[in-house]
Structures are given as C-alpha cells and as structure tokens.
Nanobody, 123 residues
Framework: QVQLVESGGGLVQPGGSLRLSCAAS????????MAWYRQAPGKQRELAAH???????NYADSVKGRFTISRDNAKATVYLQMNSLKPEDTGVYYC?????????????????WGQGTQVTVSS
C-alpha cells in the first residue's frame, strides 16, 4: 500500500506564511494527481489546490494568488506554499494522492489520504 506523511502545519499570525509537505512512500509505480484539501471547524472538506502529473494546477477561488502547489516527482512529495494567510484559512489540511503501486506481481490503483495537519491563523 501507499502511505502519506504530512508536515508543516502550525500557528501563524494573519499575513504570515506556512509551507506544507506531504511525502508518499510504498511500492509506488506512478503518481497521477496530488492535491491539498482543507476542512474548517463545522464545515465540509473542500479542495484547496490540485496538481496533475504534467504540472497543471488549479486552485479554489479563495486561495488563488496566495497559495502555490508544487510537486517533486523524484521525492514523491507535494508541497503547498501558503502566503498572506487569513483567519479563514484555519483548518485541518489533508493531502490526497492517486496513482499506481506494485503488489504481488500486479500494478494496482491507489488513492490515499494523509493524516491531516492543523493550520491555525490567529493573532
């Protein structure tokens, strides 16, 4: 199977920056889509940013111009650079990765979630 480990969350003042990382490990053959979702208290999980295998990106309107998603295929890692943070960016951030892994002589599809990392924007 494929495991995802996130890091980089924390407490930051409004206007500050954070960089999240999510590293995938396991018998990975290929990675297609990588994305960051977020869930604010009392709200549904929503897509914040997405990057495909060709490097194409898309963002939620609420984060455009402030967040940048990137990936390092050699490290099987996706990043989220968050600038000009606002209190409404507070929530748990989850990475999501899909692709193929090798198991028992076969290539199988996977879709995995990270454990979540807390981001709190407050003065």
């Amino acid at each position: 199977q494929v495991q995802l480990v996130e890091s980089g969350g924390g407490l930051v003042q409004p206007g500050g920056s954070l960089r999240l990382s999510c590293a995938a490990s396991g018998s990975i053959f290929s990675i297609n889509n990588m994305a960051w979702y977020r869930q604010a208290p009392g709200k549904q999980r929503e897509l914040a940013a997405h990057i495909n295998r060709d490097g194409g990106t898309n963002y939620a309107d609420s984060v455009k111009g402030r967040f940048t998603i990137s990936r390092d295929n050699a490290k099987a890692t996706v990043y989220l650079q968050m600038n000009s943070l606002k209190p409404e960016d507070t929530g748990v951030y989850y990475c999501n990765v899909d692709g193929q892994f090798y198991s028992g002589g076969y290539y199988k599809s996977f879709g995995s979630w990270g454990q979540g990392t807390q981001v709190t924007v407050s003065s």
